[in-house]
């Protein structure tokens, strides 16, 4: 079975940094394709940044220049470096893996942006 759990959330202010981190077991971490979805209060879950098993990388028109998404294989984890954050970057953030049709989600990490 699939678990994802994330860690790295926090509370900063605007202008501030802050690094997710998911570690992914009970799979071949290298097959998955990983994702970050984040959901702000009272908004719906929007997809924040993406990368293949390749290691092609997306990322929102929100969060393009400021966010980076990277993975390690070695380490079975994929990482999120949130820079330049702001207020509206707050909400839960959640790491996410699909493969094979499957998909598969951890409980999310609270990021807070506030002054």
């Known amino acids: 079975q699939v678990q994802l759990v994330e860690s790295g959330g926090g509370s900063v202010q605007p202008g501030g940094s802050l690094r997710l981190s998911c570690l992914l077991s009970?799979?071949?971490?290298?097959?998955?394709?990983m994702a970050w979805a984040r959901q702000a209060p009272g908004k719906r879950r929007e997809s924040v940044a993406g990368i293949t098993a390749g290691g092609y990388s997306q990322y929102a028109d929100s969060v393009k220049g400021r966010f980076t998404i990277s993975r390690d294989n070695a380490k079975n984890m994929v990482d999120l470096q949130l820079n330049n954050l702001k207020p509206e970057d707050t909400g839960v953030y959640y790491c996410?893996?699909?493969?094979?049709?499957?998909?598969?989600w951890g409980q999310g990490t609270q990021v807070t942006v506030s002054s």
């Open positions: 009970g799979g071949v971490f290298e097959l998955y394709a």
């Open positions: 996410t893996a699909f493969y094979n049709n499957m998909e598969y």
